[in-house]
T-cell receptor
Framework: GAGVSQSPSNKVTEKGKDVELRCDPI?????LYWYRQSLGQGLEFLIY????????KSGLPSDRFSAERTGGSVSTLTIQRTQQEDSAVYLC????????????FGDGTRLSIL | LAKTTQPISMDSYEGQEVNITCSHN???????ITWYQQFPSQGPRFIIQ???TKVTNEVASLFIPADRKSSTLSLPRVSLSDTAVYYC????????????FGKGTTLSVSS
């Protein structure tokens, strides 16, 4: 079956521009997560969606970052007025609801801010 | 969430068994132990998960002592393709629980 799909796989943009990153989770997975991974580092949690509940935005590094999830499926992470420190790989994961359900990751979007 | 500690790197040769130990002294009663593998330019991939004793699947085994303050991921007869970063995570996996990834253990397998 299809896994988590992210697009684009690579994005290069100029400082100050806005970018949108897309995540298509596995069908039937109600939980969706966004993480950020800088070069050689572990993953940094950004935001979490679960069903129709209010998202957990506690990991978003600034108000330039936002995300939405439409119809409980596709999610879009938006970064406004990008800065060079935003350069990283942005990973999306989804899981089934319930305890100890493993998260399934996409291969990420590599974002480079010039 | 319980913090985990694991070696930064390990080296091995093809055909050897590799054991990566993770410490999680503050593990809570409801916490599970989960290991992920990550190759360059890919997202992490779930390997194995356990709560206590031993769990085995087609990829690896996970050994968890009775006090659950540590766990050991065992990879039998590694090959070059097992070169990757391995992450140990501890959490109850309930809805809303984001995974806390550290820097993981970089395993390098040589021929």
């Amino acid at each position: 079956g299809a896994g988590v799909s992210q697009s684009p796989s690579n994005k290069v943009t100029e400082k100050g521009k806005d970018v949108e990153l897309r995540c298509d989770p596995i069908s039937g997975h109600t939980a969706l997560y966004w993480y950020r991974q800088s070069l050689g580092q572990g993953l940094e949690f950004l935001i979490y969606f679960q069903g129709n509940s209010a998202p957990d935005k506690s990991g978003l590094p600034s108000d330039r970052f936002s995300a939405e999830r439409t119809g409980g499926s596709v999610s879009t992470l938006t970064i406004q007025r990008t800065q060079q420190e935003d350069s990283a790989v942005y990973l999306c994961a989804s899981s089934q609801q319930g305890s100890a359900q493993p998260q399934h990751f996409g291969d990420g979007t590599r974002l480079s801010i010039l | 969430l319980a913090k985990t500690t694991q070696p930064i790197s390990m080296d091995s040769y093809e055909g050897q068994e590799v054991n990566i130990t993770c410490s999680h002294n503050n593990i809570a009663t409801n916490d599970y132990i989960t290991w992920y593998q990550q190759f360059p330019s890919q997202g992490p991939r779930f390997i194995i998960q356990g709560y206590k004793t031993k769990v085995t699947n087609e990829v690896a085994s996970l050994f968890i002592p009775a006090d659950r303050k540590s766990s050991t991921l065992s990879l039998p007869r590694v090959s070059l393709s097992d070169t990757a970063v391995y992450y140990c995570l501890v959490g109850d996996g309930e809805a809303g629980t984001a995974l806390i990834f550290g820097k993981g253990t970089t395993l390098s397998v040589s021929s």
